[in-house]
């Protein structure tokens, strides 16, 4: 359950998209080494669901993971209690008693998640008693899946299995009530209006996630920031919310381990790394060096 609210997140920030551009051999990697006075920190950009067959991590990340005894993420998948995690999203993620998501949503907003529903095969029972936020990743899950993403392909899912069968240590920025709490306190329209963006998303999912993951592929930093903004430009309260808290959030913690002893793998959800707010210009304002890997 708690992989399953780790997806749902990522789905929101790359919501819908298809098949990965090819990698050409001189490209970067989304992969930048921040070096501090006695360790590296290796600062990786991740795609949370991956198809199968484009499933192969590009070359920074086998080089940073070899140099690295510590991996770091978003959550730490090897240490999360399922049932503590489903319990969160059974007490944060329902409506409140009397209410139901038809008279929050009105019935041309109904309609359309009927639709969305019908298409992706859920039955629309399942979602009636789900907050909008919910409701939103949810569909949002079942793209990628209709799609073809493989859940467990995701850089994160790959990452912490190599881990543990290499007994490295792993680690997380932030907790589930961190990462997901804010969509729950989200104002009921807000809640609307990220189903609206949700909504609207699915119908262009194919073309949207070719661009961001051929744009991750290369490491093209530039394209990443630019699909960012087009991503959140009609909603700033949730970029606030789901990039630039969280980022300035991480940020001590990954400079802590810059400046500790030791290699240190942090991966985060790639839109984390670029743009204004991103970490990358985070970290250059406060001085660190960061070298893109090839």
């Known amino acids: 359950m708690a992989r399953k609210a780790q997806r749902r997140l990522g789905a929101l920030g790359l919501l819908g998209c298809l098949i990965a551009c090819a990698l050409s051999a001189h490209a970067a990697s989304p992969v930048w080494a921040i070096r501090g006075p ?29 140099a690295c005894t510590r991996l770091v993420m978003e959550l730490d998948l090897g240490r999360v209690d399922s049932a503590a995690a489903g319990g969160w999203l059974l007490e944060h ?51 990628y899946l209709h799609l073809g993403y493989d859940p467990q392909q995701g850089v994160e899912e790959q990452l912490v299995r190599r881990a543990q069968s290499d007994g490295k240590q792993t680690a997380g920025l932030e907790t589930l009530d961190e990462e997901l709490g804010g969509l729950a306190a989200l104002p009921p329209a807000d809640q609307v209006h990220l189903l609206d963006q949700t909504l609207s998303d699915l119908q262009e999912s194919p073309t949207e996630l070719r661009e961001v993951l051929g744009a991750w592929r290369r490491g093209d930093a530039t394209q990443l920031a630019k699909l960012l903004y087009d991503e959140y430009r009609s909603f700033p309260a949730l970029y606030q919310l789901l990039v630039t808290a969280r980022n300035q959030h991480w940020l001590p913690e990954i400079e802590r381990l810059a400046n500790g002893s030791g290699n240190s793998l942090v991966v985060v959800g790639a839109l984390h790394l670029v743009g204004d707010g991103g970490l990358l210009e985070l970290l250059r304002k406060d001085g660190y060096v960061a070298t893109q890997l090839n």
């Open 38 to 66: 006695h360790g590296t920190v290796y600062l990786a950009g991740s795609v949370h669901l991956l198809p199968a067959e484009e499933a192969v991590l590009p070359p920074g990340f086998e080089r940073a993971y070899a």
């Open 93 to 143: 993620g329902a409506l409140p008693a009397g209410t139901t998501l038809r008279g929050l949503l009105g019935e041309q907003r109904y309609a359309r998640v009927s639709a969305a529903a019908s298409e992706l095969g859920v039955p629309l029972e399942v979602l009636d008693g789900q907050a909008p936020w919910v409701v939103g990743l949810e569909l949002a899950e079942l793209e």
